[in-house]
Nanobody, 125 residues
Framework: QVQLVESGGGLVQAGGSLRLSCAAS????????IGWFRQAPGPEREFVAA????????HYADSVKGRFTISRDTDETTVYLQMNNLRPEDTAVYSC??????????????????WGQGTQVTVSS
């Protein structure tokens, strides 16, 4: 089991930066792949970025490539999402998720077993 707590959201002007953190705990936290997803008002949850358990493989949505960077700290239990050059369309609730079954299918929300509560990111124009 993995518990996930996000932090770092807030209000920022367009062009600004934020760094989100996802603190993972539990017996399988170190071996979990971690993904970030976001949901703006509406039914669709959108994949943002993911990193494998070792920190060696990453994957990004096209909409954030070159602007967002996902990383994992050395104890492998905290994952960061550095968001630069933010745009109003990045406004959403950002949630991290953990995949503990071994396969790395970064953009498939259904592959993730545990989810955090989310943190709001608002980008003003």
């Amino acid at each position: 089991q993995v518990q996930l707590v996000e932090s770092g959201g807030g209000l920022v002007q367009a062009g600004g930066s934020l760094r989100l953190s996802c603190a993972a705990s539990g017996p399988t936290a170190r071996s979990a792949h971690i993904g970030w997803f976001r949901q703006a008002p509406g039914p669709e949850r959108e994949f943002v970025a993911a990193i494998d358990w070792s920190g060696t493989r990453t994957h990004y949505a096209d909409s954030v490539k070159g602007r967002f960077t996902i990383s994992r700290d050395t104890d492998e239990t905290t994952v960061y999402l550095q968001m630069n050059n933010l745009r109003p369309e990045d406004t959403a609730v950002y949630s991290c998720a953990a995949e503990t079954q071994g396969g790395f299918f970064p953009s498939r929300a259904t592959e993730y077993d545990y989810w955090g509560q989310g943190t709001q990111v608002t980008v003003s124009s």
